[in-house]
């Protein structure tokens, strides 16, 4: 399957949606942090062409990477959830509401872990996405 992707500039725009929906200006990129960026975005696509990731496993990857490139002064968590339900609806796929928090804890989890932790944690998150998203074209 080839993934779907999201460019750099689709996720400075969603940051700029992100922080204009909570009130607050849009962040620039921190210094040296916009190449983290860019690999986040690029991950997905590495697992799903040489490890055959399936399309949770690329969604929870992207997410992981985003907030872990701590690309922005603010907003980076925020960010990685806007950026990850874009890129599960570029499949037809739509999260459910009401899981906001559950997400949030579940990502801060990969984002503390290291080594294999961190990619348990980040397995572990694939799997509940699979069990909160539907198809858009129910």
């Not at 290291?114 to 397995?123: C, K, L, Q, V």
Request: proline share 3%; charged share 20%.
């Amino acid at each position: 399957m080839v993934p779907f992707t999201l460019e750099l500039e689709d996720v400075l725009a969603l940051q700029d949606d992100v922080m204009a929906r909570l009130g607050q200006r849009p962040m620039p990129v921190l210094g040296g942090r916009l190449s983290l960026l860019e690999e986040a975005l690029v991950r997905p696509q590495q697992a799903a062409f040489y490890s055959g990731v399936d399309l949770f496993q690329q969604a929870a990857l992207l997410a992981v990477g985003v907030s872990l490139a701590h690309a922005f002064l603010d907003g980076n968590k925020r960010t990685a959830t806007a950026v990850m339900v874009v890129f599960l609806a570029q499949a037809g796929l739509t999260v459910r509401e009401g899981v906001e928090m559950d997400f949030a804890h579940r990502l801060e989890k990969a984002m503390e872990a290291s080594g294999e932790g961190r990619e348990i944690a980040t397995h572990e998150l694939a799997i509940w996405l699979k069990s909160v998203c539907d198809s858009i074209h129910e």
